[in-house]
Nanobody
Framework: QVQLVESGGGLVQAGGSLRISCAASGRTFSSYTMAWFRQAPGKEREFVGNINWSGPGTYYADSVKGRFTVSRDNAKNTLYLQMNSLKPEDTAVYYC????????????????WGQGTQVTVSS
């Protein structure tokens, strides 16, 4: 089992920055590919970005590429999402997720999920 707890969400103005975190406990964090997803009101949950379990490889949705950065600190069992140049359309609940090894962007391939943290971007 892997337990995930997100934190750091909040209200930010358009053009601003915010970093959210995901603390993991349980199994060996470094063995898990970690991802961020988000869900806006009335919309389906969508992939934001992920980071490979075995190295620094990261992948992003086109909508956030160049603005968001996914990183991890295996010593702290923590995943991060640095969000810059935020837009009102980035408003959503952000979820972190984990899957044992293997890189994938599909929501159904992730076994463990956090409870989410709200990010609101005002115009």
């Amino acid at each position: 089992q892997v337990q995930l707890v997100e934190s750091g969400g909040g209200l930010v103005q358009a053009g601003g920055s915010l970093r959210i975190s995901c603390a993991a406990s349980g199994r060996t964090f470094s063995s898990y590919t970690m991802a961020w997803f988000r869900q806006a009101p009335g919309k389906e949950r969508e992939f934001v970005g992920n980071i490979n379990w075995s190295g620094p490889g990261t992948y992003y949705a086109d909508s956030v590429k160049g603005r968001f950065t996914v990183s991890r600190d295996n010593a702290k069992n923590t995943l991060y999402l640095q969000m810059n140049s935020l837009k009102p359309e980035d408003t959503a609940v952000y979820y972190c997720a984990a899957r044992y090894r293997g890189l994938d962007y599909r929501m159904g391939s992730y076994d463990y999920w956090g409870q989410g943290t709200q990010v609101t971007v005002s115009s």
